[in-house]
Nanobody, 123 residues
Framework: QVQLVESGGGLVQPGGSLKLSCTAS???????MGWFRQAPGKEREFVST???????AYADSVKGRFTISRDNAKNTVYLEMNSLKPEDTAVYYC??????????????????WGQGTQVTVSS
């Protein structure tokens, strides 16, 4: 069982930046790691993913503004968010999957989930 703990959320003004972290309780260097988000009244949606070898994918809505990265020595994945917009407001969840490498965009493709961290973009 792998536990994921997110951190780094908060309140930021439009145009600002935040960097989220997700640290796993076990070695996850070969895992596919993803970020999803869920706004009130909306379904959970894909944000970004990174395979164990570092291949990345992004949702169109965040491409060019968000960057996913990982530090396998720390079992940690990051989501650097720039040029934030009010529509980025959501609870952000970290996810992990131990299966074959994939750039999963569906929540059901991930086995482990964190508890989420709130990101609010507002002036």
């Amino acid at each position: 069982q792998v536990q994921l703990v997110e951190s780094g959320g908060g309140l930021v003004q439009p145009g600002g930046s935040l960097k989220l972290s997700c640290t796993a309780s076990a070695r996850t260097s070969s895992y596919t790691m993803g970020w999803f988000r869920q706004a009130p009244g909306k379904e959970r949606e894909f944000v970004s993913t990174i395979t164990g070898s570092g291949v990345k994918a992004y949702a169109d809505s965040v491409k060019g503004r968000f960057t996913i990265s990982r530090d396998n020595a720390k079992n940690t994945v990051y989501l650097e968010m720039n040029s934030l917009k009010p529509e980025d407001t959501a609870v952000y969840y970290c996810a992990a999957d131990a299966g074959p490498a994939m750039l999963g965009r569906r929540a059901y493709e991930y086995e482990y989930w964190g508890q989420g961290t709130q990101v609010t973009v507002s002036s």
